[in-house]
């Protein structure tokens, strides 16, 4: 561990309790003004579970009592905004097969600047947490990578991960704009037995020149490069580069054709018995979206095709998106053909609808995508959420959650479901403290390893409160 990510990982939470003491009386404003804000959390939560580790063959009991730790720096000013995160999970006892009593380490940075005819955006992101502490229904490190099976995984041990982001995009409100735009991911592993959670890193860069062709018709053109390395048995190393051509036309005042060609290579190095081999392999993708504005809502299609080691993907989807009288709704269906060529229906649903005294959420998304480490995935998420406030202090929450992963050709994946049940009763007890109790299920269920189950239930006492320095 380098001494950046030891410093981040295990002093910022010990300034965090110097910090909070004298200013638990001072209340300030809310964080969407302008101006520097702190915000400072503590919830403490007692619960006891009858499989901790969720482990198939030996579940082991456990109680625990652990105290999170929160802080938040934000200013927002006139061009530009800097935010701070840092929380952390300070353990009494550590749980079974545990390795730290500090645990589920975050700290996230970002800035973001606006200028007169240009925009900046940087960041860093790290987190420390137990394997078996981890909840992948939970914010994502890495939000637009796709589910893969490290997420649902089941083992001791430790994961850190470190990522860096850059954005600089000119040129916003002329005929000619450049954009460029770099992240670098990091992953590793410590205390595990999975051989499949191995450490990778990841680079990627993109640039993207965009000119107007005309008053309804915008051109642009985008290369990518993408270097993936992994301590896994191969040590493999892939670099993936494209060109792409794209058009985005006005077809009407309330109708957009966005279309994208372009040809991508993929290089990969190996160790296959004991000799470093080399293949590289080349085809075309691209993608088509129509989008048309209605009177309540919009509706369009797309279809994309991908490539990646094992071949080709290729997805196509119909969506509408409407308001509703108390909410909204997106849908989308379709189908995508995996590596297989076979044909897999696919989509997504995302419901919101509020009543008198509750709110109602759903979402389920089916998708066959190519994970980080070319892995063929057909994943399915799902969740579901009900709030109903009992009154102006009490309220009651059941929301439920679910994740699958199948193998869609390629390599062998092991099929994983995982599902969370929660049923959750809230009571504010003064303005600034609040007292949460409730129950909550777990089951994992992995192909050629088996299924486990949990119950647990926990009392949680918490405070969240902001003020202005």
Not at 71 to 97: I, Q
Not at 136 to 155: A, C, G, I, V, Y
Request: charged share 25%; proline share 4%; with cysteine.
């Amino acid at each position: 561990m380098t001494p950046l990510r030891l410093l981040i990982g295990g002093g910022c939470l010990g300034a965090l309790a110097l910090g909070t003491g004298p200013m638990l009386a001072q209340q300030g404003s809310s964080p969407e003004d302008g101006g520097p804000v702190l915000t400072f959390g503590v919830g403490t939560t007692l619960s006891a579970t009858d499989n901790y580790n969720l482990d198939p063959n030996n579940g082991e009991d456990a109680t625990l009592f652990d105290t999170r730790l929160s802080f938040g720096y934000l200013n927002r000013r006139a061009s530009d905004v800097f935010s701070l995160d840092v929380s952390g999970l300070l353990r009494a006892d550590e749980p079974p097969g545990g390795s730290s009593v500090l645990d589920d380490r975050n700290v996230r940075l970002g800035y973001e600047r606006e200028g007169v005819n240009s925009r900046l955006g940087f960041g860093a992101d790290y987190s420390f947490a137990s394997v078996d502490a981890f909840d992948p229904f939970d914010d994502r490190f890495f939000e637009d990578d796709p589910l893969d099976p490290t997420d649902l995984t089941q083992d001791r041990g430790d994961r850190e991960q470190f990522g860096t982001r850059f954005s600089f995009e000119t040129g916003l409100d002329g005929p000619l704009g450049f954009l460029l735009e770099g992240r670098y991911r990091d992953q590793s592993f410590s205390g595990t037995t999975d051989p499949d959670l191995f450490d990778t890193e990841i680079l990627n860069l993109s640039g993207t020149t965009r000119f107007t062709l005309s008053p309804v018709t915008e051109g642009r053109v985008v290369l990518r490069y993408e270097d993936y390395s992994a301590e896994d048995l191969p040590q493999t190393d892939r670099m993936t580069s494209s060109l792409n051509f794209g058009v985005t036309q006005a077809l009407s005042p309330v109708s957009t054709l966005d279309v994208i060609v372009g040809v991508q290579e993929i290089e990969t190095e190996e160790t296959i018995g004991g000799l470093r081999q080399t293949d590289t392999e080349t085809g075309f993708i691209g993608g088509l979206d129509f989008t048309r504005e209605l009177a309540r809502g919009t509706i369009g299609t797309s279809f994309d095709v991908r490539e990646s080691v094992n071949g080709r993907t290729a997805t196509w989807l119909v969506s509408r998106a409407m308001p509703l009288p108390r909410g909204a709704l997106e849908l989308s269906l379709g189908a995508a053909s995996d590596v297989d060529d076979t044909i897999l229906p696919v989509g997504s649903l995302t419901l919101t609808h509020e009543m008198k005294r509750s709110t109602l959420t759903a979402s389920l998304e089916r998708q066959v995508a190519t994970s980080s480490r070319s892995e063929e995935l057909r994943t399915t998420r799902a969740s579901l959420e009900y709030r109903y406030a009992i009154n102006g202090i009490s309220d009651l929450g059941f929301s439920a959650n679910v994740a699958e992963l199948d193998q869609a050709g390629g390599p062998a994946v092991n099929d994983t479901t995982r599902a969370d049940l929660r049923a959750t009763y809230s009571r504010e007890i003064t303005p600034d403290w609040r007292l949460s109790s409730g129950y909550e299920f777990r089951w994992r269920d992995e192909e050629n390893v088996g299924s486990a189950t949990s119950n647990r239930v926990f009392l949680t006492l918490e405070r969240e409160f902001v003020l202005r320095p």
